[in-house]
């Protein structure tokens, strides 16, 4: 069983930084894409980030320039940092990855850590 444990989530005052990490342990699966997704209240989750095994990336374009999408596949975890946070960033990040376990790909969610942007 696969499980991603997501960290870092926390209260920022706008303009500040943090960095979420995802991490998928065991040795008994190869990763591809991994992603961070948001859902603010009263909103629908929505894509954030995501970077390929190849290390190709992709933003939205209200991240971009701001939010850094990185991965470590030895330790087979994925990290968003997030510089110059705003109010509207204010939501519980999802990390999300393809996964294979043996022959078998399938779809993994963490369970999402809050990042609250507020003075």
Do not use: H
């Not at 940092?81 to 519980?92: F, G, I």
């Amino acid at each position: 069983q696969v499980q991603l444990v997501e960290s870092g989530g926390a209260l920022v005052q706008p303009g500040g930084s943090l960095r979420l990490s995802c991490a998928a342990p065991g040795s008994f699966f190869s990763i591809n894409s991994m992603r961070w997704f948001r859902q603010a209240p009263g909103k629908e989750r929505e894509f954030v980030a995501r970077q390929t095994s190849g290390g190709s990336t992709n933003y939205r374009d209200s991240v971009k320039g701001r939010f850094t999408i990185s991965r470590d596949n030895v330790k087979n975890t994925v990290y968003l940092q997030m510089n110059s946070l705003k109010p509207e960033d204010t939501a519980v990040y999802y990390c999300n990855a393809d996964i294979f376990v043996g022959r078998v790909l399938d779809n993994y969610w963490g369970q999402g850590t809050q990042v609250t942007v507020s003075s």
